[in-house]
């Protein structure tokens, strides 16, 4: 079974600072890796995907993840955080079969601060 | 905003009782799912459809059931509520066709307590 590994529950950090969230997923032979960002009481919101093709994957609000096979990870990092990335992020693994089963990660909450 | 619509957006039941939450799309994708969401745990797949009529189970199944009779409705329920049920549940959509195409649209969630 697929699994999805966030590294860290909660990373601080101040404005203006490069943050990376890690995120690790069980090898599977084909894998489509997400990024999804949940604000407080909405739903899910996609950031990125990787399907096939470049390793490093742009998002929206200036996120970039980068899909590193052999390491079996799919890091999110952004240059330069703002006090509205304040949110918490989801790493996904797609299970394939019908339509796009996911499989999540924990989460981790990303806290911004000024 | 894609299509989705939750209902209730909040509810209150009492430990025993049946309780029936309602994903409405408006987009006529194919794929519909119910997650829920706790803390530490992330999402987890509940039940999915991959057409009127046709559901199957996710990960954490039990002690939920449900149908759809139509393209835009999926109906999750808990037969009899435990207080293990206490937690936020989101509907999402996808497309059928290229997989480039079958992004997962969330819904606004459903925050059900039970007591």
């Known amino acids: 079974a697929q699994s999805v590994t966030q590294l860290d529950s909660q990373v601080p950090v101040f404005e203006e600072a490069p943050v990376e969230l890690r995120c690790n997923y069980s090898?599977?032979?084909?894998?489509?890796l997400f990024w999804y960002v949940q604000y407080p009481n909405q739903g899910l919101q996609l950031l990125l995907k990787?399907?096939?093709?470049?390793?490093l994957v742009k998002g929206i609000n200036g996120f970039e993840a980068e899909f590193n096979k052999s390491q079996t990870s799919f890091h999110l990092r952004k240059p330069s955080v703002h006090i509205s990335d304040t949110a918490e992020y989801f790493c996904?693994?797609?299970?394939?079969?019908?339509?796009?089963?996911?499989?999540f990660g924990a989460g981790t909450i990303l806290r911004v601060k000024s | 905003d894609a299509g989705i619509t939750q209902s209730p957006r909040h509810k209150v039941t009492e430990t025993g009782t049946p309780v029936t939450l309602r994903c409405h799309q408006t987009?006529?994708?194919?794929?519909m799912y119910w997650y829920r969401q706790d803390p530490g745990h992330g999402l987890r797949l509940i039940h999915y459809?991959?057409?009127?009529?046709?559901?199957d189970k996710g990960e954490v199944s039990d002690g939920y059931s449900v149908s759809r009779s139509k393209t835009e409705d999926f109906l999750l329920t808990l037969e009899s509520a435990t207080s293990s049920q206490t937690s936020v549940y989101f509907c999402?959509?996808?497309?059928?066709?290229?997989?480039?195409?079958?992004?997962?649209?969330f819904g606004q969630g459903t925050r059900l307590t039970v007591v």
């Open positions: 999402a959509i996808s497309g059928s066709g290229a997989f480039m195409n079958t992004e997962a649209f």
């Open positions: 090898s599977s032979v084909s894998v489509y």
């Open positions: 990787y399907l096939s093709g470049s390793t």
């Open positions: 996904a693994v797609s299970v394939g079969g019908y339509g796009n089963k996911l499989v």
């Open positions: 987009e006529n994708h194919r794929y």
């Open positions: 459809s991959y057409g009127v009529k046709d559901t």
